[in-house]
T-cell receptor, first 111, second 113 residues
Framework: SQTIHQWPATLVQPVGSPLSLECTVEGTSNPNLYWYRQAAGRGLQLLFYSVGIGQISSEVPQNLSASRPQDRQFILSSKKLLLSDSGFYLC??????????FGSGTRLTVV | GENVEQHPSTLSVQEGDSAVIKCTYSDSASNYFPWYKQELGKRPQLIIDIRSNVGEKKDQRIAVTLNKTAKHFSLHITETQPEDSAVYFCAASITGGGNKLTFGTGTQLKVEL
């Protein structure tokens, strides 16, 4: 069966520091991969998605970037965090035309 | 792009009553409509989905209906229980081309004893 791993679970980072969140999927090949952000008490905002290795589409211009160095690995990065980057970051995968399975999320607090 | 509106934002029902959450979408090409349940501090989890070639789908106490002409779909929960209390999100996508889901803004459902 397929599983998705996301880490770390919580992170407190100072303003201006770098960020790296990692997500890996097991048990499937060539999944669609996604990064979403959820602000406190708010909906889900799509940040990036990828349909294959090295293929990244950005939905919202901001100081974040994403990379997919391997088929089942998706990384969210920032060179310099802003206070507004705080939130609950969720990685997800889907087969073609199917529903998403979300990772357990990373709660990021920028201080 | 796709826009999904969801109503109500909060919903309070008595245990045993039914709950209905409604969503509308803007892109007539959308053909996949999942519903997610998110408990406090947890990840969203898929509870039911429907494709555009189907008008209704049921899974025990949960059902989803789709009206393609009106571009709206609804989640129905019968015989609500306290463990149904959570935030529910609807979503819409066009399968293929990245399968990007556009989510509604969520409904906080509270089931009171």
């Amino acid at each position: 069966s397929q599983t998705i791993h996301q880490w770390p679970a919580t992170l407190v980072q100072p303003v201006g520091s770098p960020l790296s969140l990692e997500c890996t999927v097991e048990g499937t090949s060539n999944p669609n991969l996604y990064w979403y952000r959820q602000a406190a008490g708010r909906g889900l905002q799509l940040l990036f998605y990828s349909v294959g290795i090295g293929q990244i589409s950005s939905e919202v211009p901001q100081n974040l970037s994403a990379s997919r160095p391997q088929d089942r690995q998706f990384i969210l990065s920032s060179k310099k965090l802003l206070l507004s980057d705080s939130g609950f970051y969720l990685c997800a995968w889907s087969p073609q035309g199917g529903g998403y399975t979300f990772g357990s999320g990373t709660r990021l607090t920028v201080v | 792009g796709e826009n999904v509106e969801q109503h109500p934002s909060t919903l309070s029902v008595q245990e045993g009553d039914s709950a209905v959450i409604k969503c509308t979408y803007s892109d007539s090409a959308s053909n996949y409509f999942p519903w997610y349940k998110q408990e406090l501090g947890k990840r969203p989890q898929l509870i039911i989905d429907i494709r555009s070639n189907v008008g209704e789908k049921k899974d025990q106490r949960i059902a989803v209906t789709l009206n393609k002409t009106a571009k709206h779909f609804s989640l129905h929960i019968t015989e609500t229980q306290p463990e149904d209390s959570a935030v529910y999100f609807c979503a819409a996508s066009i399968t293929g081309g990245g399968n990007k889901l556009t989510f509604g803004t969520g409904t906080q459902l509270k089931v009171e004893l």
